[in-house]
C-alpha cells in the first residue's frame, strides 16, 4: 500500500507539472531534449516535465522608446533627436530560435537606423516633411526584423533638438523673411494705388469738370464734421476752364 500511495503522489505530481496555461495574447514555444517542437496556445495543454522546456512569447504591441541620438545632418547641422517604434511579434518560434533577445535587437537596429536615415537628410527635410522620414524608418526597421518573426507598424519621430545657436539664426532669418513680405505688400499696395490715381488722372483729363465736382464732394465732406476754418485750395485750370465759359 506504501508502495501504491508513492506511486499515486509521483503519477499526481507527475500530471500538475505537465499542466501549462498561456494567455491569450501569449504564446508558448516548447523544445523537447532541445529540438523545437512548435508554439502552442492560448489555453490549457500540456508538456511532458523534465523533457519539454516551455518558452513564454507576448503577441502584444511592444512601445519602445529609441533612446536620444546625436548626430549631423546631410547639411553639417547637428541635432539630438529621439523616436518611438511600434511592433510586435508574429511568429514566436523566429523571435525564440533566430535572435538572442528579440527586444534588445530591435532597439539597436532602431538606434543604428535612426542615425543613418536622419544623417542622410537635410535639416528642411527633417522640419518638413517629418512623415517620409518616419515611413522610410518603418520600411527599414521592419525589412530588417522579419527574419526574427517581427513586424513593425510604425516609427515616430517624437523631439528634434537642434543647438541655441541654430535657434537664434533660424529666428533671425524668419524675421527677415517677414520683413522682406512686409515690404513687398506695403510696394505692392504703392504700386496699385499709382495705377488707380493714373487711372483717375486720365478721367479728369478727358471731363474737366469731374475735377470741379469732385473739389464741391470734398467741401461738402469737410463741412459735414463741424470744422470752424475750411481752407480749400483751388487749381488753376479752374480759372482756366472758367474764362472760358466766359
Sequence with gaps: MAIVGTLVVIALIFFLASIRVVREYERGVIFRLGRLVGAKGPGLFFIIP????????DLRVVTMDVPKQELITRDN????VDAVVYFRVMNPEDAVTKVENYITATSLIS??????????????????????INESLQRIIDEKTDPWG??????EIKEVTLPE????AMARQAETERERR???????????????????????AEN??????????TLSDIAAENATTIVFPLPIELFEFLKKRE
Design 50 to 57: 523534465f523533457i519539454d522546456q516551455l518558452v513564454k512569447v
Design 111 to 132: 538606434q543604428t537606423t535612426l542615425r543613418s536615415v536622419v544623417g542622410q537628410s537635410e535639416l528642411d527635410e527633417l522640419l518638413i516633411h517629418r512623415d517620409k
Design 165 to 168: 545657436e541654430l535657434k537664434r
Design 208 to 217: 474737366p469738370i469731374a475735377l470741379q465736382l469732385r473739389y464741391l464732394q
Design 150 to 155: 517581427i513586424k513593425v507598424s510604425a516609427v
Design 77 to 80: 547641422v547637428p541635432v539630438t
Design 182 to 204: 512686409a515690404k513687398i505688400i506695403n510696394a505692392e499696395g504703392e504700386f496699385q494705388a499709382a495705377e488707380k490715381l493714373s487711372q483717375a488722372a486720365r478721367i479728369i
